[in-house]
């Protein structure tokens, strides 16, 4: 399930590149948080109480309303490829911030995995030239680095609440947070035509609440390292989007880098780690040629080696 999320998102640069309007970061972080939250409150029906009302601010503006203001420049300032690339370092910094934030020490297949990944999405995406804009860059680094530690966090809180509701209250403060700013930085909001329409509706319904609902899931019931690693389905989805819509075809290159990812995925989930402790722990056979020799000890007659057999050889063997 935690794997829907990835998949939706790696359609987002698709989306956002060709059908949302340009020059409007922040009205788009607005209109996709906000009604993808309230349409998840509507169905929880649960309201903030507590601690949980400075806490839904936090997880909001680190998860929501800069996270999608970030993401959304970044994808009128860089190519999509460059911006997955860059997200793609994302498993590893929410490794290290969940060792910090969380005592989840980042073991040795999940950080291989996590290597192995990013190399494979460098192969799958980086397959030209390309101008890269130095203010998209740092863009998309900040949102990844943000997010990292708004899912880490989220994590830490998530056993106090329901996971639909928490969801929605973050999504709900993330857009309130950036709405002053969109109008004050930018202005009226954009016209939209009904491609426009159709393509927020996409990812404010598929794209934002279900798939962040099920990431809050996810989340919490399994090891960030993990959830992190399935985030690699990103990029693989944008590229497998693009074989089918726009007619690419795969090359060598990218189906090696694609595999890579994959191999990534799997060497980050519980079930290697699992299967690796198996391996280790296996007891081993008595060795053969131990068990031979003690046969032979205990049948050698008297006359040939000058000896015996002793009494208790059986019982030692």
Same mark, same amino acid.
């Given at each position: 399930m935690t794997a829907i999320a990835p998949v939706a998102w790696g359609t987002t640069y698709f989306v956002t590149h060709e059908y949302l309007p340009t020059g409007h970061p922040l009205y788009g972080a607005a209109i996709r948080a906000l009604p993808a939250g309230i349409l998840l409150l509507a169905l929880c029906r649960q309201v903030p109480r507590g601690a949980w009302w400075w806490k839904s601010l936090v #997880?909001? &503006?680190?998860?929501m309303g800069s996270f999608f203001? !970030?993401?959304?420049l970044a994808a009128q300032l860089l190519p999509t490829s460059i911006a997955s690339t860059i997200m793609a370092a994302s498993p590893l910094a929410l490794m290290l911030l969940a060792w910090a934030v969380v005592a989840e020490r980042p073991r040795g297949l999940p950080l291989l995995g996590g290597g192995i990944g990013i190399a494979g999405v460098c192969l799958m995406l980086l397959t030209g030239t390309v101008h890269l804009n130095a203010l998209g860059v740092l863009t998309s680094a900040t949102a990844m680095l943000t997010s990292s530690l708004g899912y880490v966090l989220a994590k830490r809180w998530s056993?106090? /609440?329901? /996971? #639909?509701?928490? &969801?929605?209250?973050?999504l709900v403060a993330g857009g309130l947070v950036v !709405? %002053?700013? @969109? /109008?004050v930085r930018e202005g009226a909001p954009p016209s939209l035509d009904t491609g426009a329409v159709l393509a927020f509706a996409y990812v404010t319904v598929v794209a &934002?609440?279900? @798939?962040f609902a099920v990431w809050f899931a996810g989340l919490r019931r399994l090891p960030a390292a993990a959830v992190g690693l399935v985030g690699l389905l990103n990029p693989v989805t944008g590229v497998l989007l693009g074989t089918v819509v726009a007619k690419e075809t795969l090359t060598l290159q990218q189906?090696?880098?694609?595999? !890579?990812?994959?191999l990534g995925i799997l060497l980050g989930q519980p079930i290697a780690s699992s299967a690796a402790a198996r391996l280790r722990t296996r007891p081993r056979a008595p060795g053969r040629s131990r068990a031979v020799g003690a046969e032979s000890g205990r049948d &050698? %007659? /008297?006359?040939?080696?000058?000896?015996t057999s002793r009494p208790g050889r059986r019982d030692a063997d």
């Open positions: #997880l909001g &503006t680190l998860n203001a !970030l993401v959304y056993a106090e /609440v329901d /996971v #639909l509701a928490s &969801t929605s209250w973050q !709405l %002053p700013f @969109a /109008v &934002t609440a279900v @798939a189906t090696c880098g694609l595999a !890579l990812v994959l &050698t %007659p /008297v006359g040939r080696t000058g000896r």
